[in-house]
Structure formats: C-alpha cells, structure tokens
C-alpha cells in the first residue's frame, strides 16, 4: 500500500527523477507531497509547467519538509550538493534516496554528515517508460517502512529488485542498467543483416523491435525459462537451430560472459575513482 503522506523531495528534476515523479502521480500520488529543486528561477518554471509540482530553486527549504531526499543531480557535483544540504538533512533526518552511479552509501552518509538512513538505487533507461528495472541497496540505518517507502519511488517506473550486499550493484549495473544497450547492439546487428537481405531499415527495425518486445513477453509471462523457450522455437533440422548452431560456434556466451565482466569490472573502476577524487 502506497504511504501517500510522506513528502518527497527531489533534489534535480532530469529525466530519470521526472519519470519517478510522472510515475508517483500517475499511480495518484498527491502532487502537494512532491516538490522538485532546479538550479534557476527559469529552468524551476518550466519544470513545474511540465512536471506538475511544485519546485524551486532553494534545496534547504524543499529538505526541510521533505521525508524522503531523491537526489539526483550528476556524480560530479554530489560531493558539494551535499555540503550544502548537511545541516538541514541532519535536522530533517529524512530517508536520503541517490540515483547517482558509482557513489556508494558511506560515501554520501558521510559527506550528509552521518548517522542517515541512506538508498542507493541504479534504475535503467527505459525507467524513462515505466518500463524499467531497479537495483536497490540499503545501508543498515534504513527501515522497513523507510524500504517500503523507496519502493513506492521505483515500482513507479517499472520493476525493483534489492541487493544484500553493495558490492552486488556493480553486477547490477552490467546486467540491468547496462544491458539494455546490448539488445540494442544485438538488435542493431539484426536490422543490419535484415537489410543486406533486400528488407528496407525502417521495416527491419520494426520488425525486430517487435521480435524484442514479444521475446521478453514470452519470458515474462509463459513461466518459461530462456532455455525452455529457446528449445520450443528449435526444431531438429529446422532453421532456428541453424541460426543458434553459428551462435555456439562462435562462442556467444562466453562472449557474453566477458561483457559483463568488462562492464562489472569498469563499475568498480569508476566507483573507486570518484571516491578518491573526494577523499
């Protein structure tokens, strides 16, 4: 059940914290408990036209009645967003939700000045849709009810998934907020091959937007595994397995398997870098 009374606050209204907020009130969370924070008077009225909500230029005063902190300005600044905001969140207490890749939860507790109940999340792109899939990590200063209330915030864009340990959302991030760039290379080589073949590019990319969309249905809501629908469309002797014979030859999975490695392993990279960067 969705706790409608808690006041969210929104530090930077992008698109990734704009789709949360289209989400909240589509779901008929009350735009009164949603304020945003831009940095000028113009981009603050133009936000508030688009969003629905209240917002404004000053992130003390949003803190100050807010029970829940989305902060979702860029990684490069965080470090002096939070400085500013320190004294009002440590007087607020309010539950601190970051969207920021690569910053982890004792990073931003500390420089909020500790002692904060603290959220990390990395959603993904089609989030943007309502579409999207959420990793979630919680330090241990955050409570049921605070975890049911950052819920709230990401089942608005799509489906939520939390991790036990931190260092999970580096696999996280290769395999969700990543991965939807490698369908769409595997795609992009799939509406290549289709053209070659005489088909024309805007047909092809429908045609395999398509087979993309009706492919994730088919694992979504058969119950079905990946192997077990892969086995259904393989007849023996048939053309699919053809197809799936050259993948195997190949050696697409562990392909695949470096991929998410190379990316797993640049998460960690980064991540370490924008500590050090901030010691």
């Known amino acids: 059940m969705i706790n409608h009374t ?10 990734m914290a704009g789709a949360i907020i289209g989400g909240l009130l589509e779901q008929g969370y ?9 940095r000028s008077p113009d981009s603050a009225e133009k936000a508030s036209k688009a969003l ?26 965080m470090q002096t967003v939070c400085a500013a905001l320190g004294t009002a969140i440590q007087q607020r207490q309010p539950l601190v939700v970051s969207i920021a890749a690569g910053i982890e ?24 849709l309502g579409a999207g899939v959420s990793g979630l990590f919680a330090n241990p200063a955050v409570t049921t009810e605070q975890q049911t209330l950052a819920e709230t915030l990401f089942r608005a864009v ?11 959302m580096h696999t996280i991030t290769a395999i969700c907020g990543s ?50 629908l892969r086995a259904k469309v393989s007849s023996p002797g048939g053309t699919t397995v053809e197809a799936l014979r050259v993948f195997d030859e190949q050696g697409l999975d562990a392909l695949v398997e470096a991929a998410v490695d190379a990316c797993a392993t640049r998460s960690v990279t980064l991540t370490d870098e924008l500590a050090s960067k901030h010691d």
Do not use: H
């Open 105 to 128: 939860t004792a990073t931003l507790d500390q420089w909020l000045g500790g002692g904060l109940p603290v959220v990390r999340c990395m959603p993904n792109t089609p989030s943007l």
């Open 179 to 228: 991965a939807p760039a490698y369908f769409y290379r595997f795609s992009e080589a799939l509406v290549r091959s289709a053209e070659q073949r005489g088909l024309a590019a805007a047909d092809a990319q429908a045609l395999v937007a398509q087979v993309a969309l009706g492919a994730a249905r088919m694992m979504r809501e058969t119950g079905d595994t990946p192997t077990q």
């Open 30 to 38: 009350p735009a009164r408990n949603i304020i945003g924070t831009t």
């Open 158 to 168: 799509g489906m939520i998934q939390w991790v036990q340990q931190e260092a999970d």
């Open 6 to 15: 808690a006041t969210i606050a929104f530090i930077g209204t992008g698109n």
């Open 52 to 77: 629905g909500i209240q917002v404004t230029t000053d992130n003390e005063a949003a803190v100050a009645q807010a029970d829940v902190v989305v902060l979702g300005v860029k990684p490069q600044v």
